[in-house]
Every structure is written in C-alpha cells, then in structure tokens.
C-alpha cells in the first residue's frame, strides 16, 4: 500500500538556520503531495501541496519541490524563526476509487521541530 | 469565520460508554473524514463521507460509526469505549484535489 517516511526528530536547529525536512513517499499512479503544520494543541494545517512532477509547491518562506524521479517531497526553509517551532506532516493523496474525489491522506509519522532563540 | 469545527474539544469518559463527537464544516466541500492521531501523533484515517456515501472505511472496528445528516456534518459515534480508543480524534473536508482542511481536533480519553 501506499507509505510516507519522513526524518524522525527532533530536529534542533537555531534561529535563521537553514532547514530541510526529508520526505521519500511510495504509492501507485500518480499522488498528491502534502506538508502539513500542526502547533502544539492545535489542528493540523496545510501549509503547501504539489499534485504532479515538478511542481513547487510554497508557502510562508516554506518551498518543497514533487521529484517523481526520486519519489520526494523534501520541505526547505531558508531562515528559521521560533514561531516555526511545531510538528510537520508529509502526505500523499493517491485516488482509491475509479469514481475519485474522495482520497484520504497517508501520513508520515511526522518531524517535531525546535527552533532555538 | 470558523471552516471546520468539532465539539467537544474534550471529552472524558468510562470504559464501555457510548459517545458522539460532532464534526461541521461551513467551506460548501464535499467530502468529510475522521481522522485518528494516536500518542506518538501518528495520523490515520478511519472514514470519509462523499454526498453522504461512505467512500473509505479502513480496518476500524464497527464500534465506529459515522452518521452525516447533511453534506456540512460528519459525526462521529463510538459505541462501548475502550482503553486503546483514547486519541486524538480530528475531522476534515476537501473538495478535489485542494488538499484537507482540518478541525482543532478533540481529546477523548478513556478511563
């Protein structure tokens, strides 16, 4: 079935760091790529998508380009700020029926990042 | 302008009790799911309603049942609780290929 690994944290890094998140995915046909934000005691929230090879998907400084050639979805930030400080969630969006439309996300188990003043 | 909402934020309750988590979204999307978020926050989806048919319902015990009355609403019903039912649920909507929007998530812990 379809899976996504993301890097395990956390990831330490201190402010203005540069930072990538790693993200290898494996599906069938052709997903829909996903990275979401989830702050402490909140909901998660989409913070950029990709849904065919090439395309760069960016948000807020964030930026994460879909390689089907290497089946990643790596997030990159070139400065980071404390307010960046969250769990982050790779996911993919594969049709499961021939009608489509209704496609539940596979997640990775997620990256906690601490940004350090 | 609240897009997906979910009640309770909390909820605490027995072994063997039966509970509903309510679940609106006011976006006009289409599909809705469950989601489950476990300790290690790993997320699962259990279900997803489209035009109030179930789509996905993925290997959940049918202690779950999901009840949309409209296309904004997708509740959530757990019938005789358990321990290993304690989670973070969360509910979400997407229309096509624009990604889920999710709620704040509700806390259920089983005692």
């Known amino acids: 079935g379809d899976s996504v690994t993301q890097m395990e944290g956390p990831v330490t890094l201190s402010e203005e760091a540069f930072l990538t998140i790693n993200c290898t995915y494996t599906a069938t046909g052709y997903p829909s790529l996903f990275w979401y934000v989830q702050y402490p005691g909140e909901g998660l929230q989409l913070l950029l998508k990709a849904t065919k090879a090439d395309d760069k998907g960016s948000n807020k400084g964030f930026e994460a380009t879909y390689r089907k050639e290497t089946t990643s979805f790596h997030l990159e930030k070139g400065s980071v700020q404390v307010s960046d400080s969250a769990v982050y969630f790779c996911?993919?969006?594969?049709?499961?029926?021939?009608?489509?439309?209704?496609?539940?996300?596979?997640f990775g188990k997620g990256t906690h990042l601490i940004i350090q003043p | 302008d609240t897009a997906v909402s979910q009640t309770p934020k909390y909820l605490v309750t027995q072994m063997g009790n039966d509970k509903s988590i309510k679940c609106e979204q006011n976006?006009?999307?289409?599909?809705m799911y469950w989601y489950k978020q476990d300790s290690k926050k790993f997320l699962k989806i259990m279900f997803s309603?489209?035009?109030?048919?179930?789509?996905i319902n993925e290997t959940v015990p049918n202690r779950f049942s999901p009840k949309s009355p409209d296309k904004a609403h997708l509740n959530l019903h757990i019938n005789s609780l358990e321990l290993g039912d304690s989670a973070v649920y969360f509910c979400?909507?997407?229309?096509?290929?624009?990604?889920?929007?999710f709620g704040p998530g509700t806390r259920l812990t089983v005692l």
């Open positions: 976006l006009g999307h289409d599909t």
């Open positions: 996911a993919l969006s594969a049709p499961q029926y021939s009608g489509g439309g209704a496609d539940g996300l596979t």
């Open positions: 309603y489209n035009n109030k048919e179930l789509i």
């Open positions: 979400a909507s997407s229309q096509g290929a624009r990604g889920q929007f």
